[in-house]
């Protein structure tokens, strides 16, 4: 298909270790610069200076202090590097083994895939833990077999930088937080064609009103705006990262025509499709300027 040339492409971790710390003086490439999405997730810690980066096209500053989550299939991009600090890459299995004996983290706080304030500023013990545990982190790493001391490791600023992270309505028991991940999973690979709280509540085996009422409770909204939220991020990943056609972007999100399609985005936006993607390409030409 001709749509398929102009895909987001895919960072990959640099090596095949399950968990890698890069310290930002020695990071090997510059193709961060490009718009990309991960096959892993990351911890961004910024340590001295200033930087920028996009994700999901919200822009966010990389100030001293600052630990980014992102998630993988997070649609990145990086501005302007600070001047240190480090990037710690891992893959699936070890976030799961982190869920495991955390689960009430899942889709939660840092760890919600559609949270648009991905970032804590680490307090002063929270600080002296990362200083500790990432040089140890980082020799674990490049040592095989990976043992339980890197597990271990890794859930400990996992846990740590996501108990900074304030959210005002967790849930408390277990049978909502597996509906609400399941929910997740259920969005994530149905938005292109289910947009509507039935269809999620016939998978669920429940009411589209009980479900409803479930995620008005956490999240403030109801299932029909979740699914708009990543419908927007996906508009806004094949719009600004990719040379795809309008038509064939309507096509990919089974968007009626083009006029559903420029109305979606213009409420959401605030502007047309077009206009969204000539900022965005503009701001890249900036860059390289």
């Not at 999901?56 to 630990?67: A, E, F, H, R, S």
């Not at 259920?186 to 289910?194: D, P, S």
Request: charged share 25%; glycine share 4%; hydrophobic share 40%.
């Amino acid at each position: 298909m001709a749509g398929d040339l102009g895909r987001v492409p895919f960072q990959k971790m640099l090596n095949d270790f399950p968990v890698q710390v890069v310290k930002l003086s020695e990071l090997p490439s510059s193709s961060s610069y490009q718009t990309h999405r991960h096959s892993f997730y990351m911890l961004f810690w910024t340590i001295k200076g200033k930087g920028y980066h996009r994700i999901n096209y919200c822009n966010y500053d990389l100030l001293p202090g600052t630990v980014f989550f992102m998630h993988e299939g997070h649609v990145h991009q990086m501005l302007k590097y600070p001047e240190d600090g480090y990037i710690i890459l891992f893959k699936q299995t070890l976030l799961d083994d982190y869920l495991r004996s955390n689960p009430l983290d899942e889709q939660n706080g840092l760890f919600d895939y559609f949270n648009r304030q991905p970032f804590v500023i680490l307090n002063e013990s929270v600080t002296a833990v990362f200083q500790v545990l990432i040089p140890l982190t980082a020799k674990d790493a490049l040592n095989e077999p990976f043992g339980r001391s890197l597990n271990i490791e890794l859930s400990l600023l996992l846990f740590q930088t996501n108990r900074l992270f304030t959210n005002p309505n967790p849930i408390q028991d277990n049978p909502q937080v597996d509906l609400i991940r399941k929910l997740r999973v259920l969005i994530n690979a149905n938005f292109h064609t289910e947009r509507d709280a039935p269809f999620y509540g016939r998978a669920l085996g429940l009411p589209a009103r009980k479900l409803n009422e479930i995620t008005r409770k956490h999240f403030g909204k109801m299932v029909k705006r979740l699914v708009a939220d990543r419908l927007l991020t996906e508009c806004e990943a094949l719009l600004g990262g990719t040379n795809m056609l309008i038509k064939e972007i309507i096509i990919e999100l089974n968007f009626a025509d083009n006029a559903h399609f420029s109305y979606f985005f213009r409420k959401e936006k605030k502007m047309t499709p077009s206009m969204f993607r000539k900022r965005m390409h503009d701001l890249q030409q900036n860059r390289t300027d």
